[in-house]
């Protein structure tokens, strides 16, 4: 009995040796690269994925208003970055009946045809601290974020506007 007890727990330590961080694959992120999300976005959408205490008219009050992601600045709600720090993290989409520690908006049944969620960390003070101050999904040229129950959908503003 003792035997089997002890092949048993050589054969979980070892398999743990071979296992295989999913979270960050440089091959599974194309187009890290940062400079495509310096621009000015308009938020011109936004959903309710769950509950929380920001009302629907304050939600949707925010439509119509700007988030600067800059090289010198960050600028959302009444809140200015300056010198902030960016990082670009892929993570991988869990499979149906898996539940993953992240809860990006595929868990709430948005952007679900994804291949990986691409995520903007956005850290203050140029310093990479534990937690990001905001995360920002990257959808196509879009950025997504999702605060107090509600998914604000921005899109760059063109020169034109």
Excluded at 55 to 64: I, K, N, P, T, Y
Excluded at 109 to 120: A, F
Aim: hydrophobic share 35%.
């Amino acid at each position: 009995m003792i035997k089997y007890l002890l092949i048993l727990i050589t054969g979980l330590i070892s398999s743990g040796c071979f296992a295989v961080s999913s979270t960050n694959s440089e091959d599974s992120c194309p187009n890290r690269s940062l400079d495509d999300l310096y621009a000015s976005y308009v938020i011109y959408d936004v959903v309710r994925y769950r509950g929380g205490l920001t009302s629907e008219a304050s939600a949707e009050a925010r439509v119509g208003k700007n988030i600067l992601v800059g090289q010198a600045a960050f600028k959302v709600r009444d809140i200015t970055i300056s010198d902030p720090l960016y990082e670009i993290t892929c993570y991988p989409t869990t499979k149906e009946g898996n539940v993953d520690a992240n809860r990006w908006s595929n868990f709430y049944g948005h952007g679900l045809d994804r291949e990986h969620i691409k995520v903007l960390h956005i850290y203050t003070n140029g310093e990479k601290g534990e937690e990001p101050f905001i995360n920002l999904e990257v959808v196509d040229d879009e950025l997504w974020e999702m605060h107090d129950g509600w998914l604000y959908m921005m899109k760059p503003v063109s020169e034109r506007e």
